[in-house]
């Protein structure tokens, strides 16, 4: 016995006129071939069983195929199914702000449907944003300059990413994952963002517990830097200054700046070390030094202190986001990155 249903819309791209079976996925239709997605996934192999005509149950079907219904988003299969049809190859084409909330549907599905292909692809371009490498991390915050920044350029949602990353075990990737949710106002971390097709992705209870301590011990390690840099580091010339400790007032201004800035903080900025370094060394070479306001001597010594500000949180990431205890070789930073 067969029932025929009316309701899903057929997809523009996927319904595939020389198909043998629908698979429905939230309103959208997508009429495919049970060989090639079965051939692909003894995942789909067993879905597909159940929707044989000849099986006693009533089996829905539509345009006379049966039909198959997936709790999966539209978003999602239809990205998977284009991986399937067209190649991992084709994806690169996609747009860049696009890529990541492709990315991150075939890993998700990639990883539900046994694709190992599918998962290690999404995984290894994923890995470019939320990465175990200094270096590459060191650029994407020069490159971007802040979390929304990276969100926007990137259309990154780290708490889909943490979520990902921790329910697939990629726990290489968790400690960048959680440290640009930490980065997100309160109201966020506790309500969560919405992913591309519109489910609100929130944090695991310990995730978010870990985002809200990594967040108090960033405010307290930041402003105590800032102050040292300020008015310790930089209100004296290097030992061998060749101007007599004229660079000492190179940045006279800034402690002023500093001294008020400090009672009305950005809260973000004085959370992220990497923006900080980053900024600082900037400021140093970019300002000063053009400027004739500091000589190499002294230019040297400051940018070391921006540079390890961001090498030593690097290298405890893993531990300031609560993640310790998870068995992976976290790679340090190199000794120096200009």
């Given at each position: 016995?067969?029932?025929?249903?009316?309701?899903?819309?057929?997809?523009?791209?996927?319904?595939?006129?020389?198909?043998?079976?629908?698979?429905?996925?939230?309103?959208?239709?997508?009429?495919?071939?049970?060989?090639?997605?079965?051939?692909?996934s003894e995942v789909f192999g067993g879905l597909f069983a159940l929707a044989q005509p000849d099986a006693q149950d009533a089996v829905e079907l539509c345009d006379g195929c049966p039909?198959?219904?997936?709790?999966?988003?539209?978003?999602?299969?239809?990205?998977?199914?284009?991986?399937?049809?067209?190649?991992?190859?084709?994806?690169?084409?996609?747009?860049?702000?696009?890529?990541?909330?492709?990315?991150?549907?075939?890993?998700?599905?990639?990883?539900?449907?046994?694709?190992?292909?599918?998962?290690?692809?999404?995984?290894?371009?994923?890995?470019?944003?939320?990465?175990?490498?200094?270096?590459?991390?060191?650029?994407?915050?020069?490159?971007?300059?802040?979390?929304?920044?990276?969100?926007?350029?990137?259309?990154?949602?780290?708490?889909?990413?943490?979520?990902?990353?921790?329910?697939?075990?990629?726990?290489?990737?968790?400690?960048?994952?959680?440290?640009?949710?930490?980065?997100?106002?309160?109201?966020?971390?506790?309500?969560?963002?919405?992913?591309?097709?519109?489910?609100?992705?929130?944090?695991?209870?310990?995730?978010?517990?870990?985002?809200?301590?990594?967040?108090?011990?960033?405010?307290?390690?930041?402003?105590?830097?800032?102050?040292?840099?300020?008015?310790?580091?930089?209100?004296?010339?290097?030992?061998?200054?060749?101007?007599?400790?004229?660079?000492?007032?190179?940045?006279?201004?800034?402690?002023?700046?500093?001294?008020?800035?400090?009672?009305?903080?950005?809260?973000?900025?004085?959370?992220?070390?990497?923006?900080?370094?980053?900024?600082?060394?900037?400021?140093?070479?970019?300002?000063?030094?053009?400027?004739?306001?500091?000589?190499?001597?002294c230019a040297t010594h400051l940018l070391e202190l921006a540079q390890d500000l961001a090498r030593s949180h690097w290298d405890a990431l893993p531990v300031i986001?609560?993640?310790?205890?998870?068995?992976?070789?976290?790679?340090?930073?190199?000794?120096?990155?200009?």
């Open positions: 016995m067969s029932t025929e249903s009316h309701d899903p819309t057929k997809d523009t791209d996927l319904w595939l006129e020389d198909g043998n079976i629908v698979i429905v996925a939230q309103d959208a239709a997508f009429r495919v071939h049970r060989g090639l997605l079965s051939r692909h039909v198959v219904r997936i709790p999966d988003s539209a978003h999602d299969f239809r990205h998977l199914l284009h991986a399937l049809y067209d190649g991992l190859s084709s994806m690169e084409s996609v747009e860049e702000p696009t890529k990541y909330s492709m990315y991150a549907a075939l890993a998700r599905l990639g990883d539900k449907y046994g694709l190992p292909h599918i998962f290690t692809a999404a995984i290894k371009w994923l890995s470019t944003i939320f990465t175990d490498t200094y270096t590459a991390w060191h650029d994407l915050w020069t490159e971007h300059g802040n979390t929304i920044q990276i969100m926007s350029d990137r259309g990154v949602n780290p708490f889909e990413a943490a979520n990902l990353f921790r329910i697939t075990g990629q726990e290489r990737m968790r400690p960048t994952a959680l440290f640009m949710c930490s980065q997100l106002d309160v109201p966020v971390l506790l309500e969560g963002l919405p992913r591309a097709d519109g489910l609100v992705e929130v944090l695991s209870r310990d995730d978010l517990q870990r985002c809200l301590e990594a967040r108090i011990r960033f405010t307290a390690e930041m402003t105590t830097f800032l102050h040292v840099f300020y008015f310790v580091h930089t209100a004296r010339s290097a030992t061998s200054c060749p101007r007599l400790g004229s660079c000492a007032q190179a940045f006279a201004p800034e402690r002023e700046a500093h001294r008020s800035y400090t009672l009305g903080a950005n809260k973000s900025y004085y959370q992220n070390p990497f923006k900080i370094s980053i900024s600082m060394c900037w400021k140093i070479t970019d300002s000063k030094c053009l400027s004739g306001a500091l000589c190499e001597l986001m609560g993640l310790e205890d998870c068995n992976y070789s976290w790679e340090k930073a190199p000794v120096s990155v200009s």
